[in-house]
């Protein structure tokens, strides 16, 4: 499969993407709501410009220190944004894949294989998970003791479907191989 | 001069930046392609481009006025 039919890094020869998400957009909030700020610091900044201008020597010094902060809060404000968006997680007819994805620091992938996933929990705890409709899923692998745990998931309770479904239908081919192993050479 | 150059430096470094973030940002997601709906958008509604959008804005204003700043300064 060439990188132009890819839905994701890493995707394998004749892997169906079967649904997307990302998490909810509570983790995103505090961001969100710190956005307008920046807004209104910025044009107070230009609604006082000519005030600035005739101070002294000593506010030239301060207003390069703010207006360089203020262009690192910028910058990480919309990069958090950006790493919001790019950090996915997809279910696939094979597995389940969390990409955790910025645009300049981060390029991880964890892969759940539906083969190894022996039970799936759906928690949705208090009023605030309820109301807002999000939870997290916990995934029981074999061969391992502590769960795989992907928390903020939206509309919890149509993924844990989605997956139960996918890992219901696991393809026959997968059958055929694990029956038939390759010999070792 | 000095604080005109420092003001200035401040102003290319962000917008270099803003150009590189928006560069990598976009070769990625042309590359992998996502499905979006009204499921996958924030609030079900807000695509990532209104944010683009936003971000441009919001350094090229950062920018232009550090930029008025700069040349006030070297007129007075």
New interface residues.
Partial sequence: MTDALKHFKGQLDGEVVICTFRKHWLSILPTLVSMPGLFIVLFLLFWNLPLLVEQGHWMSTLMIFALAALHTLIHRQFLTVFHYYLNTVILTDQRVVLIDKSVFFKDSKTSIDLVNVQDIQKDQVGFLQNFLNFGSLSFMLSGSSSPMVIDLVPRPEYQYKKIHEVKGSTPKWRDERDSNPRPLP | ML?FV??FV??L??VT??FV?LR??YV??H?????EST??L??GFVH?RY?VI??VV??G??SV??L??AF??LG?
């Fill in positions: 604080i420092l003001l401040v102003q470094g962000s930046l803003a973030a990598r940002l990625y997601i590359r992998y392609r996502f499905d499921y996958t924030l609030f990532l944010f936003w971000y919001m350094v204003v950062a006025l550090e008025v700043y006030s300064l007075t």
